[in-house]
């Protein structure tokens, strides 16, 4: 079992940039498909992006593309999520989520096809 453990939230004006950190531990991370999500007061969790194990393949929720940017990097067992151009309807918490380890199917945006999922990170946009 993999433990995940987010970082990297905060408070940031409109426009601004921040990078999640999203660190995992407990078992090799090269297998495992990750993906970020969000939520919103008052409002469901979103599937933000994801990055495949097997090619790197990346996917994006198309509220964020051209703004946001997932990464891996398995050699620090970390992914990452860059955000720029931050906007107030970005406040959220962001939570970090992986697959079962080998797990290539698709429907990366549904929450229940991840299998492991971190606390979560606050992330906070003023206007």
Same mark, same amino acid.
């Given at each position: 079992?993999?433990?995940?453990?987010?970082?990297?939230?905060?408070?940031?004006?409109?426009?601004?940039?921040?990078?999640?950190?999203?660190?995992?531990?407990? !078992?090799?991370?090269?297998?495992?498909?990750?993906?970020?999500?969000?939520?919103?007061?008052?409002?469901?969790?979103?599937?933000?992006?994801?990055?495949?194990?097997?090619?790197?393949?990346?996917?994006?929720?198309?509220?964020?593309?051209? !703004?946001?940017?997932?990464?891996?990097?398995?050699?620090?067992?970390?992914?990452?999520?860059?955000?720029?151009?931050?906007?107030?309807?970005?406040?959220?918490?962001?939570?970090?989520?992986? !697959?079962?380890?080998?797990?290539? +199917?698709?429907?990366?945006? !549904?929450?229940?096809?991840?299998?492991?999922? +971190?606390?979560?990170?606050?992330?906070?946009?003023?206007?």
């Amino acid at each position: 079992q993999v433990q995940l453990v987010e970082s990297g939230g905060g408070l940031v004006q409109a426009g601004g940039s921040l990078r999640l950190s999203c660190a995992a531990s407990g !078992r090799t991370f090269s297998p495992y498909t990750m993906g970020w999500f969000r939520q919103a007061p008052g409002k469901e969790r979103a599937f933000v992006a994801a990055i495949s194990w097997s090619d790197g393949s990346t996917y994006y929720a198309d509220s964020v593309k051209g !703004r946001f940017t997932i990464s891996r990097d398995n050699a620090k067992n970390t992914a990452y999520l860059q955000i720029v151009s931050l906007k107030p309807e970005d406040t959220a918490v962001y939570y970090c989520a992986a !697959r079962r380890p080998y797990y290539s +199917g698709g429907y990366y945006y !549904r929450s229940n096809t991840y299998d492991y999922w +971190g606390q979560g990170t606050q992330v906070t946009v003023s206007s």
